[in-house]
């Protein structure tokens, strides 16, 4: 497990250009809720819907990630909520496009869900490479997941 630090929904800490209602967006995807703007060390945006597959991620993940209300670009990420401990989650990561996993990702998907009441503080959140389980504690983010060995080498100095 590792403590990926306080969660913020301030305007100012995210940044965003403007001061606006975090919690409700005015960026929007069909068929999802307006977007919560979280910072876990780098700026989230968070939509809540369904049938999260169907979603063009790559059509719409650079438009939100360039949007003007973000001075330093955002990640995107599009639950779908299982219950109030399982969401399934895609993500576009700023500078980077579509990636399998993002664990700051799920922090802030898990802290928006929970400030919104649509999740409890401890949720598994289904990536397209497995779960990380995501558990909120006094507005920290405590994250908990397999840790594998990617790559071994040598380097001749």
């Known amino acids: 497990s590792v403590n990926l630090g306080k969660c913020f929904t301030d305007w100012e800490k995210i940044p965003l250009t403007k001061k606006i209602d975090t919690l409700n967006m ?23 819907g369904q049938n999260i597959e169907k979603v063009n991620l790559h059509q719409i993940g650079p438009e939100i990630e360039n949007h003007e209300l973000f001075p330093n670009k955002t990640n995107v990420e599009i639950i779908e909520i299982i219950n109030k401990q399982q969401i399934k989650m895609r993500v576009w990561e700023r500078g980077v496009g579509i990636t399998l996993a993002c664990g700051s990702g799920a922090c802030a998907a898990v802290y928006a869900g929970m400030l919104k009441n649509f999740l409890d503080k401890k949720v598994e959140v289904i990536l397209e490479k497995g779960s990380l389980y995501i558990e909120i504690i006094n507005d920290e983010a405590i994250m908990s997941g397999p840790a594998q060995i990617s790559f071994q080498g040598n380097i001749e100095i």
């Not at 069909?30 to 968070?46: C, D």
């Open 26 to 48: 005015p960026i929007k995807i069909e068929n999802f809720n307006n977007g919560i703007a979280v910072n876990v060390g780098n700026p989230h945006i968070v939509f809540f």
